[in-house]
């Protein structure tokens, strides 16, 4: 039997990176993974997209859009894409990824979950502003960040990460379902222009990444060229401290999603078998 040998991170990032993540609450690396490692990972993301993978288990859906089967979703996104590819579970960006969390959150970060979001060719709509925490759970507070790589070049036209520096040090900010659709997973910041006048782009190429802090808040516009924007996001963090109270994310309790409701059936489905 070949003995597999474990990838080795080959990137660390710098004192001076490292201050700026805490500082501002983002960071720009310029490459995380290899040319010839996106093309494989491109393949393997069109094929999970393609084929609606995790659909009806509720983990493929539309983030911006109200999800109903046959329509076109504005902006797709796979929950978990590795459970549906295990190939995707190898990997040097997965590698580098984990290694520069660790420096920026300290060795017990852990991976922290995964997804995919699509941004199809002259079609894919923006991803609001929003801080990642408004989604999670209301009686833990997190320090976690997400990994976002891109396998094409990320530019303004086709919606790259846009952050406001400083916005990791605010307390999470009311969000709504987007265009206050219940049924929209998707959320965005309630009066984004009292918040966002300072937001700096992003723009990086194939296999660079984006890492930015739970509460910072971000966007990515919509994709306005004639090539489809694939990001691929991982999450890394510390574990989650219990709050004595928790905190009132209403926003989240007004949702009532095609999505949960195919995760509900898939469950009743499988538990029956
Ligand atoms: O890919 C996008 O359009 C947005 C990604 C995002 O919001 C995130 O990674 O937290």
């Not at 393949?43 to 046959?70: C, M, P, V």
């Not at 086709?158 to 959320?187: A, Y």
């Not at 994310?249 to 469950?267: D, G, H, L, S, V």
Request: net charge negative; hydrophobic share 35%.
């Amino acid at each position: 039997m070949p003995t597999e040998i474990a990838l080795e991170p080959t990137v660390r990032i710098t004192q001076e990176q490292i201050d700026f993540f805490h500082a501002n609450g983002f960071l720009s690396v310029p490459a995380i993974s290899t040319p010839e490692e996106i093309e494989r990972l491109k393949a393997i993301y069109d094929r999970l997209f393609e084929s609606k993978a995790g659909r009806e288990e509720g983990n493929q859906f539309d983030l911006g859009g109200s999800d109903e089967d046959g329509k076109q979703a504005v902006l797709p996104q796979i929950l978990n894409p590795k459970k549906y590819a295990p190939e995707l579970e190898e990997g040097l960006f997965r590698v580098n990824a984990m290694a520069i969390s660790k420096q920026l959150l300290g060795e017990e970060a852990t991976a922290k979950g995964e997804h995919a979001i699509f941004k199809p060719a002259r079609f894919g709509a923006a991803t609001p502003w929003h801080q990642d925490n408004a989604y999670w759970g209301p009686d833990h507070d997190h320090c976690s960040l997400s990994v976002w790589m891109p396998l094409q070049p990320a530019t303004l036209e086709n919606g790259c990460m846009q952050f406001v520096p400083g916005s990791h040090t605010w307390e999470i900010l009311p969000h709504h379902c987007i265009n206050n659709d219940p049924r929209v997973h998707g959320l965005e910041l309630d009066h984004p222009e009292k918040y966002t006048a300072g937001a700096v782009a992003c723009p990086l190429p194939p296999g660079g990444a984006t890492f930015h802090l739970n509460k910072t808040l971000h966007y990515a516009g919509p994709n306005r060229s004639d090539i489809p924007r694939r990001a691929y996001i991982l999450g890394f963090g510390l574990a989650a401290k219990k709050r004595e109270t928790p905190h009132d994310f209403y926003w989240n309790r007004q949702k009532q999603t095609p999505r949960e409701e195919r995760a509900q059936a898939f469950q009743k489905k499988i538990s029956a078998c």
